[in-house]
C-alpha cells in the first residue's frame, strides 16, 4: 500500500484522522457505523484531516489493538472490517476498510445510547428518521411495500380508485 493510491480529499469513501482517539473514539468510531450504513468506505489514521499531511501514528500495535477493541465493542451489530497497517517513509499507517452490511442499521453505543450514522459528502452525520427507518428495513431485508397493513382488505374499498380507472380508459 502507498498513500498515493489514496484520494487526496475526503470523500464519501474516504475519512483520514491524523491519530486514533482513545478518549473521544466517537470523533472516528461515527465513521465505521456510517460507512456500514452507507456503501462501505476507508478511514485512514496516520494523515492529519485539515491539510492531507502524512504524520504517521505513534504506536501502531496499541493503535491498531485499540481499533480492533473499540470497534467490536461499540458498534452494533459488529460490522465486517479488515485492518492493515504499512509503512512509508518510516512512518506507520493503519487502513480500516469498513463494508457495507446487511444487518442495517450499525449504532455507535457508548453510554447506553445508541446513535446509527451515514455519510453525507465527506463527512459522518447523525442519521435522519427517514434514512434510520429506511435502514431498519433494510436490515429485516423488507422494503415499506412489504409492510403489512393495519387494515383488513375486507374493510376497505376501491370503487372510487376503479370508477377513475374506467373514465380515464373511456378519454383514451
Given at each position: 500500500?502507498?498513500?498515493?493510491?489514496?484520494?487526496?480529499?475526503?470523500?464519501?469513501?474516504?475519512?483520514?484522522?491524523?491519530?486514533v482517539e482513545y478518549k473521544k473514539p466517537?470523533?472516528?468510531?461515527?465513521?465505521?457505523?456510517?460507512?456500514?450504513?452507507?456503501?462501505?468506505?476507508?478511514?485512514?489514521?496516520?494523515?492529519?484531516?485539515?491539510?492531507?499531511?502524512?504524520?504517521?501514528?505513534?504506536?501502531?500495535?496499541?493503535?491498531?489493538?485499540?481499533?480492533?477493541?473499540?470497534?467490536?465493542?461499540?458498534?452494533?451489530?459488529?460490522?465486517?472490517?479488515?485492518?492493515?497497517?504499512?509503512?512509508?517513509?518510516?512512518?506507520?499507517?493503519?487502513?480500516?476498510?469498513?463494508?457495507?452490511?446487511?444487518?442495517?442499521?450499525?449504532?455507535?453505543?457508548?453510554?447506553?445510547?445508541?446513535?446509527?450514522?451515514?455519510?453525507?459528502?465527506?463527512?459522518?452525520?447523525?442519521?435522519?428518521?427517514?434514512?434510520?427507518?429506511?435502514?431498519?428495513?433494510?436490515?429485516?431485508?423488507?422494503?415499506?411495500?412489504?409492510?403489512?397493513?393495519?387494515?383488513?382488505?375486507?374493510?376497505?374499498?376501491?370503487?372510487?380508485?376503479?370508477?377513475?380507472?374506467?373514465?380515464?380508459?373511456?378519454?383514451?
Amino acid at each position: 500500500m502507498k498513500l498515493n493510491n489514496y484520494e487526496k480529499v475526503e470523500n464519501t469513501n474516504i475519512d483520514f484522522k491524523e491519530k486514533v482517539e482513545y478518549k473521544k473514539p466517537k470523533s472516528w468510531l461515527k465513521s465505521v457505523s456510517a460507512f456500514a450504513n452507507s456503501n462501505g468506505g476507508i478511514l485512514l489514521f496516520g494523515v492529519r484531516d485539515f491539510d492531507r499531511i502524512p504524520v504517521g501514528l505513534k504506536d501502531i500495535v496499541k493503535d491498531s489493538e485499540k481499533v480492533s477493541e473499540l470497534i467490536n465493542e461499540r458498534i452494533t451489530p459488529l460490522p465486517r472490517y479488515e485492518l492493515n497497517t504499512f509503512k512509508e517513509d518510516d512512518k506507520d499507517f493503519m487502513e480500516v476498510k469498513i463494508g457495507d452490511g446487511p444487518r442495517t442499521p450499525y449504532y455507535y453505543d457508548s453510554d447506553g445510547r445508541k446513535e446509527a450514522f451515514i455519510r453525507s459528502g465527506n463527512q459522518s452525520i447523525p442519521a435522519p428518521k427517514h434514512i434510520l427507518d429506511g435502514l431498519i428495513l433494510k436490515g429485516q431485508n423488507t422494503t415499506f411495500d412489504e409492510l403489512p397493513s393495519k387494515y383488513d382488505i375486507s374493510d376497505v374499498s376501491f370503487t372510487l380508485l376503479n370508477a377513475s380507472l374506467k373514465m380515464k380508459q373511456v378519454k383514451n
